[in-house]
C-alpha cells in the first residue's frame, strides 16, 4: 500500500510537471504572449535607449561647441601675431561697448526700448582711441621699465602700475566721459570730486590681485586683452558712474 501510494503520487507529480510544462511551453509559443513579453521588453529597453541617445548628443554638442571656440582662439592667435596693435585695440573697444552695454540693461535697467545707442557709440570710441592706446603703450614701456617674469618683478610691476598709473587713468577716462556727454569743465570738476575717490576704491577691490596674475602669467601682447576680458565686469561699473550725472 506505501509502495503504491508513492507510485500513484509520484506519477502524479510527474504528470502535473509535465502538465505545467506544456502550458508554459504552450505560452511562450502563442502569438499573444510574445507580443507582451515584447511590448514590456521594448518598454524597458526604450527609455535607455533615449537616455544614451541624449548623452550622445549632448557630448557632441559639447565637443563641437569646444572645436568652434578653439577655432575662433586660433584665429584670434593668427590675427593678433600679424596685426598686434590693430587688435588690441579693437579688442579694447568692442568690450567698453559691451560694458556700457552690460551697465545699461542690467544696472539702470532700461530694457531695449530705451537703450541709448548713442551713448554706447560714444564709449566704444573711448575704447577705440584712449583705452586700447593707452593701456597697450603702457604696458609696454611697464615691460622696460621693469624687466623679468619672476614673482618679485609682477609684483612690482602691479605696484608701479596701480600706484602711477591707475589713478592717472581713471582720472583721464571719468574726464573725457564728462567731456563727450557735454559737461562743462567746471561741471566736469564737480563730478570728479563726487565720484574720483569712489571709483578709485573699487579699482584697488579689484585689480591688484588680476594684475599679479596678468604679469606674471600671460605674454605681453595678451595682456590687454586679458584685461580687458576681466574689465567686462569693471566697464560696466565704471560707464555706469561716469554717465551718472
Given amino acids: 500500500m506505501f509502495t ?3 507510485t500513484h503520487s509520484a506519477g502524479f507529480m510527474l504528470r ?3 502538465a505545467g510544462n506544456y502550458h508554459v511551453l504552450q505560452h511562450a509559443c502563442c502569438p499573444a504572449y510574445k507580443k507582451q513579453t515584447g511590448q514590456a521588453g521594448s518598454q524597458k529597453s526604450e527609455p535607455l535607449k533615449g537616455r544614451e541617445g541624449i548623452t550622445g548628443s549632448s557630448l557632441r554638442g559639447g565637443s563641437l561647441t569646444a572645436g568652434r571656440m578653439a577655432g575662433l582662439w586660433r584665429s584670434y592667435q593668427v590675427l593678433m601675431s600679424r596685426y598686434p596693435w590693430t587688435v588690441q585695440i579693437v579688442t579694447a573697444g568692442s568690450l567698453v561697448g559691451v560694458g556700457d552695454v552690460i551697465a545699461q540693461q542690467l544696472i539702470e535697467r532700461r530694457g531695449l526700448a530705451h537703450h541709448s545707442v548713442q ?3 560714444k564709449m566704444m570710441s573711448i575704447g577705440f582711441f584712449f583705452v586700447g592706446p593707452v593701456i597697450g603703450s603702457w604696458y609696454k614701456v611697464l615691460d622696460k621699465l621693469v624687466v623679468g617674469t619672476t614673482k618679485s618683478a609682477a609684483m612690482k610691476k602691479m605696484l608701479v602700475d596701480q600706484l602711477c598709473f591707475a589713478p592717472c587713468f581713471l582720472g583721464a577716462f571719468l574726464s573725457i566721459s564728462g567731456a563727450l556727454n557735454g559737461l562743462t569743465v567746471e561741471d566736469n570738476v564737480t563730478k570728479l570730486k563726487r565720484d574720483y575717490t ?12 588680476v594684475q599679479i596674475a596678468n604679469f606674471y602669467f600671460i605674454p605681453l601682447h595678451h595682456r590687454l586683452a586679458v584685461v580687458q576680458i576681466v574689465a567686462v565686469a569693471w566697464n560696466s561699473y565704471l560707464t555706469w558712474k561716469a554717465n551718472k550725472m
Fill in 16 to 18: 502535473s510537471s509535465a
Fill in 119 to 121: 551713448r554706447t557709440a
Fill in 4 to 6: 503504491a501510494d508513492v
Fill in 198 to 209: 569712489d571709483a578709485l576704491i573699487s579699482n584697488y577691490y579689484l585689480w591688484p590681485p
